[in-house]
């Protein structure tokens, strides 16, 4: 971050326009340690990473390398994966959409991607005329209550559906292998995977009353970094009371946020800043402007519930803010017109915080550069990537031993 607040005031110094871009610090120590921690508490679950929350080129490579799979959504997302090359297989994909177009069921048969979600019987007969071949996985609805996003009103069976839809899929000779559930992204009390693990061994049964043999199992995303380890407990002991014998059986995840959301932070310059207005109640505290906003990284505020944590970063050009520092509320605003474009409603920082300084916001991975629009002609912010921390030396090894597979950059 200091590297990149340095440079751009060099830059600026020079005259260059927008010397000042907000920018991300993406930092894949960071995506390596959480790959190892998911290995430590989750051995038997492979991480099929979810693509949507962040197809960062170089997390998707090193994420590969390191022996994930992956959850696509869309034919884009596919192609993306498969560029990667370095050995990624379609097998290693699972087409977790259960509502596709049908020429993307099309593209994923010539791509040879079979794994695919569905959750209704229109699908089936989707499937059944683009890739008759398709391994299906039938999403089931699973307690979203306790998620920051629920899924339920869009995705997945009740349980009472699935008999009627294994019997449509044996009826249109289709292979079903498994089934998968989302608990919603962001789920803050973990013990819902009991439950839905639960569920998930009664399609199992309900699959052999319909004449199929599974062998698959999905326990979906929306795993919270700070709730980790209680998540993995909760599955752990789900998954041995459930199916106790399952050497046969394939057990995936499909985390997204929790691989990305810490290992990006973001850089935002304030442009501009207006004093309190003593006569006016609606700007009676400090307001700055800083170069990114909800119409970019920040639409996480809108569309994943987000708050966003200002920190100094950088005042009066150095980054070591004196304790004792005078503070004064404030709200910050991004850079477009719009007035829903709004970052913090009420924020304390120091009061002698003016425009040229930075502020920081962490914890920036998860469901922002994707979603981003450059709305009034503000381009979505760059990335700077660093690897600095725990695991430098094997993230470095990891991404060299990918490139010497044909792993190339397609970005
Ligand atoms: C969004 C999504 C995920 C990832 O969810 P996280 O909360 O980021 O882990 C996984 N699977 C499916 C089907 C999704 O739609």
Known sequence: MRSGVLNA??????????????????????????????????PEIQPHYAVKSNPDPYVLRLLAALGAGFD?????????????????????????NPCKAISFVRAAARAGVDKMTFDNVDELYKIARAHPR???????????????CAFNVKFGAALSAVPGLLAKAK??????????????????????YTDAISRCRKVFDMAQDAGYEFDFLDVGGGFEDSLFEQAAAYLRDAIDEYFPERKH????????????????RLATNIIARRAPQADANAHAKVM???????????????????????????????????????????????????????????????????????????????????????????????VVYTAGGDGEMEVRVALAKFAARGGGLQA
């Open 288 to 382: 700055y402007y800083i170069n990114d906003g909800v119409y970019g990284a920040f639409n996480c505020l809108m569309f994943d519930h987000a708050v966003a944590r200002p920190y100094v970063l950088c005042m009066d050009s150095s980054f070591h803010v004196p304790v004792g520092e005078t503070l004064s509320r404030c709200s910050i605003w991004g850079p477009t017109c719009d007035s829903i474009d709004k970052i913090c409603e009420d924020a304390e920082l120091p009061a002698r915080l003016q425009a040229g300084d930075w502020l920081g916001f962490d914890g920036m991975g998860a469901y922002t550069i994707c979603a981003a629009s450059q709305f009034n002609g503000f381009q979505v912010s760059k």
């Open 249 to 264: 059986i394939k057990i995936i995840a499909e985390p997204g946020r929790y691989f990305v959301s810490n290992a990006f």
């Open 72 to 96: 696509c959504a869309s034919n884009q997302e596919i192609n993306q994966v498969l560029a990667l090359g370095g050995g990624v297989e379609p097998s290693n994909i699972i087409f977790a």
């Open 134 to 148: 398709a391994k299906l996985v039938i999403r089931i609805l699973a307690d979203d209550s306790k998620s920051i």
């Open 9 to 42: 005031s060099r830059l600026s110094s020079n005259g260059v326009p927008d010397a000042e871009r907000a920018f991300f610090v993406a930092d894949l120590c960071e995506v390596y340690q959480q790959y190892q921690r998911w290995c430590k508490n989750l």
């Open 171 to 192: 009826e249109l000779n289709l292979d079903v292998i498994g089934v998968s559930f989302h608990v919603g992204s962001g789920c803050y009390d973990p013990s819902v």
